[in-house]
């Protein structure tokens, strides 16, 4: 018949991240952060919104490793994400160089009304060009 089952949507969404996170001829590769903005954003006709929402769950909005800028001004990195509240991760917060500690700081988002991630800065810190999504769900 014409249905699909869940299981090659849920295959076929993850080609998509996959394709999107790695370089090709005709584009660089995505930072991951991007990857989930591009499949909720252009995708949501196509693939069914439970399986979207199960990719931001297992993802987060700002997957781990991602580099963000904080109202504050600081660089952090994404460290953990909240399923509860997917805009207020944990993150390290890198040590300013007049730091006189010179220690990062982990701070978990959900407990600091007045912090909030401004936007993400470079790519997601993970020493690779792309994401290997089944790395992610296992």
């Known amino acids: 018949g014409d249905t699909i089952r869940e299981s090659a949507k849920i295959v076929g969404l993850a080609e998509i991240v996959e394709s999107l996170s790695h370089e090709r001829p005709f584009r660089p590769a995505l930072p991951i952060h991007s990857v989930v903005k591009e499949v909720v954003e252009n995708w949501r006709g196509s693939i069914h919104p439970k399986i979207i929402k199960a990719l931001v769950k297992v993802l987060g909005v700002y997957p781990v490793g ?16 909240d399923p509860v509240f997917p805009l207020r991760p944990w993150v390290q917060v890198f040590a300013k160089e007049d730091d006189e500690n010179n220690q990062s700081k982990i701070i978990n988002l959900s407990g600091k009304t007045n912090l909030y991630i401004k936007k993400p800065v470079g790519a997601i810190d993970r020493g690779e060009k792309g994401v290997d999504f089944i790395d992610i769900i296992i």
């Open 66 to 81: 991602t580099m963000v800028e904080l109202s504050s001004g600081e660089i952090a990195r994404i460290i953990k994400n």
